[in-house]
């Protein structure tokens, strides 16, 4: 962002938490409203959720927690929602208010916490322990990532929506999600054929708290605001032999090495230099001890891509550069390196229409200034979209900013820099809470308005 743009933002920001600004009076009861059930519940409740985040896969007390919340609301509450993955029960959620006639719409939100020893520094900062589904080991857990101010936020939405009956009309959908850190809690859920048991939305929203921005900022986009991405092993088979000898084997090390080079082509030359993707090579293993040359090398690659194009050329790039690295290292047809996709989601694409309908309604109601458009410098990824997929739903992911307005200011001026999203050291602002549950109400009221 540039720099007149960085100044608006701050500016607008530190008008907002004045309440001094003309663009922050146009619904000032739904914003005292928020903020008065901010300040008496969903604040302890956020570090409710805060002290106490769960793995993927085990989020059983967030799940049951976050249920009971929305019962309390007064929605029709479904739990276990989704198919067992790795022997684990599911822990979704679907929560549903019936209010009239209109269209069903989808909110949904995450979560999970991360394997990740909390040092925020906070008062209220993690302590928790779980015994981790992936390996068995107790490990720190945190939410390193906001998914308590997404699930905080929905219930918050949840009990305006529902003492606000009289202001709209439809069918409204939340959805508690669980294991999105691992890229398959939606799908999890999407293979229970939940759309045939509680009908197909409409409309999906979601949105996550992003530490990039400072809170009050809502950041919208037309195009992908998260990659799809795919979880590659590429097996490489050598000959194995002395290391002295090297001539006597065909040594996987040298032919994962220059496949590991080779494939640092495929974005740099084979994509459009206005086109999107990322090839990492996140772990190379081989071998056994110093004097022996191993018969196996083994690759892992996170390959990134902002639509199914592009993920088609990357797929196939690294799948003819392996094989043909391999022979050019001579290896038999029978002993080629073996590429296999071993998980993938696709990439969030918003609707761009219904993106720049609710960008029009949030500057209008929350400050022009502060909804901004400009797309993520990373390739993050997201599981959002096996909901909105197959079949297609319109649907709109956003972002609420999520650091201390001070603190974020400080940071464009020279100071601390802003830990990242699962950094030990991330440090959300509860307060954002307040803007996802004002910017998801804005949203829910231009898509079911009172017939």
């Known amino acids: 962002m540039n720099k007149p743009l ?29 903020q008065q059930d901010y300040d008496s519940y969903l604040k302890d409740l956020f570090i409710h959720f805060h002290q106490n985040p769960e793995l993927s896969l085990v989020e059983t007390q967030t799940a049951a927690r976050l249920a009971q919340e929305l019962r309390l609301a007064g929605f029709e509450v479904t739990e276990g929602v989704g198919v067992a993955v790795d022997g684990f029960p599911a822990t ?27 040092d925020s520094g906070l008062e ?19 939410h390193a990532c906001g998914h308590d101010v997404h699930i905080t936020s929905l219930v918050g939405t949840a009990r305006y929506m ?31 054929d939940i759309w ?51 001539h006597a084997g065909k040594d ?31 772990s190379f293993r081989s071998g056994t001890t110093h004097n022996i040359i191993s018969d196996r090398a083994e690759l892992e690659l996170t390959v990134r891509n902002t639509n199914l194009e592009t993920r088609e050329k990357l797929l196939t790039g690294i799948e003819r550069i392996a094989e043909n690295m391999g022979r050019v290292a001579g290896m038999p047809e029978d002993k080629l390196p073996e590429m296999k996709v071993v998980s993938s989601t696709p990439p969030t694409v918003n609707d761009a229409t219904l993106a720049s309908r609710l960008k029009s309604v949030w500057a209008d109601k929350m400050g022009e200034e502060l909804v901004l458009s400009f797309m993520p410098t990373g390739m993050g990824a997201e599981d959002f979209p096996y909901f909105t997929t197959t079949p297609q739903i319109e649907s709109v992911y956003w972002a609420v900013g999520g650091t201390n307005p001070k603190v974020w200011a400080e940071a464009q001026n020279g100071g601390a820099p802003i830990p990242s999203h699962h950094s030990p050291f991330f440090k959300v602002e509860p307060e954002s809470v307040k803007v996802g549950v004002e910017s998801t109400v804005y949203a829910l009221m231009e898509l079911m308005p009172k017939t």
């Not at 928790?128 to 992936?134: C, E």
């Not at 979601?206 to 990659?227: K, Q, R």
């Open 6 to 34: 960085l100044k608006s933002i701050a500016l607008g920001v530190s008008l907002m938490f004045a309440c001094s600004s003309p663009a922050f009076s146009a619904d000032s009861e739904l914003k005292a409203a928020i």
């Open 92 to 118: 979704g959620i679907v929560a549903m208010m019936e209010n009239g006639p209109g269209p069903l719409v989808m909110m949904r939100a995450d979560m999970d916490g991360l394997p990740v020893k909390e």
């Open 124 to 142: 209220y900062a993690s302590q928790a322990m779980q015994i981790s589904p992936i390996n068995g080991e107790n490990v720190p857990v945190m």
């Open 162 to 192: 529902a003492e606000n009956k009289d202001q709209w009309s439809g069918t409204l959908m939340l959805i508690g999600q669980p294991a999105e850190e691992r890229l398959i809690g939606a799908k999890q859920m999407m293979d229970a």
């Open 196 to 246: 045939s048991t509680f009908g197909k939305p409409d409309y999906a929203l979601a949105f996550h708290v992003g530490s990039a921005l400072p809170t009050g900022v809502v950041n919208v986009i037309e195009g992908a605001p998260y990659a799809g991405a795919d979880t590659v092993d590429i097996t490489i088979h050598g000959v194995g032999a002395h290391g002295a000898s090297p």
């Open 252 to 282: 996987p090390i040298v032919l994962g090495s220059q496949i590991v080079l080779a494939l640092q082509t495929l974005v740099s030359r084979e994509l459009s230099p206005r086109e999107a993707g990322v090839v990492t090579v996140g």
